[in-house]
């Protein structure tokens, strides 16, 4: 009996192991996710402003912009990014 208890013991162990790495997994891929929307000149704020090229940065940044910071391409439009 006190075998079976040890091995539900070391299951219970193991399944609160198991749940700490999700949630630090589900953190990392959270704050991944934010960083992957900062502006890459500035990365302070978020990209809100995306080229004809499809290049992205934010509104301040991108208004200076006469050619995109990534591909080169003569800026010749762009579009405001809203999210939800």
């Known amino acids: 009996c006190s075998k079976e208890q040890m091995r539900r013991e070391m299951e219970d162990e193991m399944k ?5 790495e999700r949630e630090k997994a589900k953190e990392a891929a959270k704050e991944a996710a934010q960083e992957s929307r900062l502006c ?5 704020r978020e990209a809100n402003l ?3 090229c ?3 940065a934010c509104e301040t940044c991108g208004a200076k ?3 995109c910071h990534i ?3 003569k800026v010749e439009s762009s579009l405001k ?4």
């Open 16 to 20: 609160k192991e198991l749940e700490k």
């Open 40 to 44: 890459t000149i500035c990365i302070e």
């Open 50 to 52: 995306a080229f004809g």
């Open 54 to 56: 499809g290049h992205q």
């Open 65 to 67: 912009l006469k050619a």
């Open 71 to 73: 591909c080169r391409r």
């Open 81 to 84: 990014l809203f999210t939800t």
